[in-house]
């Protein structure tokens, strides 16, 4: 129907330190839409449903084809991305909100900057010094490397630590994404030259233990990453890491 429409209610925040407030709007329908396309419009057009002219919805968004994991958001309730959240397959009216674990910017842009230092305490990368020809890596085992390809797909979207029970303020749990890439980094063969140090930091405050295993993780993960699998695993290497530094001393 040329005249369908589509009712969005929005939580927006000026700033930071400002009060959150509901606004709603209305804009044309057209087939395949996403969420992203329907604040779209809303922005061509800033007007509330009752007709009041507004400062147009700021979001965060980049590749639009769920691979740079910015438009994250909460959609009905629900941590997803924006850009696959197919406007057909929601129940409308469509209640978008900034989630809820991350500083608020403005509007629906959240800083997800505490993911990436999260990825920093954890060492997640690969130690190679590039400087200088150091000759074929170690070989990979194929089962292994589908394994790895799968935590390689983590985009840091932030759906898994909104979902999250034990990551809040009151906690230093560096919630499922990190624990994922600690997982994949300790499988390279390079990257496990780090893995003692990352042991020690899941050993620590805010590491494995204090997963509450409620599971959501992996439930709302866009890539469908097994993240329990990597908790287990690592809660693991956790536990032989530890009975070996006992040993040592």
Not at 33 to 52: F, Q, Y
Not at 60 to 65: Q, V
Not at 95 to 100: G, I, M, Q, T, Y
Request: contains cysteine.
């Amino acid at each position: 129907m040329a005249d369908k429409k589509v009712h969005l209610i929005v939580k927006r925040q000026e700033g930071p330190d400002s009060a959150p407030y509901w606004e709603e709007f209305e804009v044309p329908h057209t087939p395949g839409m996403n969420v992203i396309s329907a604040l779209m419009e809303t922005r061509l057009n800033p007007v509330t449903r009752d007709g009041k002219r507004v400062r147009p919805v700021t979001w965060d968004s980049g590749c639009l084809e769920e691979v740079c994991g910015a438009c994250s958001m909460l959609i009905n309730g629900r941590p997803r991305q924006s850009c696959s959240a197919l406007v057909d397959n929601l129940e409308q009216p469509i209640r978008l909100e900034p989630f809820s674990k991350f500083p608020v910017l403005r509007d629906l842009m959240v800083d997800r900057s505490p993911m990436f230092e999260a990825l920093k305490r954890i060492k997640a990368w690969v130690p190679v010094d590039g400087t200088y020809a150091m000759g074929p890596a170690e070989k990979i085992d194929p089962a292994q490397q589908q394994e790895m390809y799968k935590y390689s797909e983590c985009m840091t979207c932030g759906c898994c630590l909104e979902a999250c029970p034990q990551y809040n303020d009151s906690s230093a749990f560096v919630g499922a994404s990190a624990i994922g890439q600690a997982y994949l980094f300790n499988m390279n063969p390079t990257g496990k030259t780090l893995k003692d140090d990352r042991l020690d930091e899941m050993m620590g405050p805010g590491g494995v233990v204090d997963c509450g295993n409620a599971q959501n993780c992996v439930r709302v993960c866009p890539k469908g990453i097994p993240l329990t699998d990597a908790i287990a695993a690592i809660g693991g290497q956790v536990t032989l890491h530890a009975v070996k530094r006992l040993l040592r001393q």
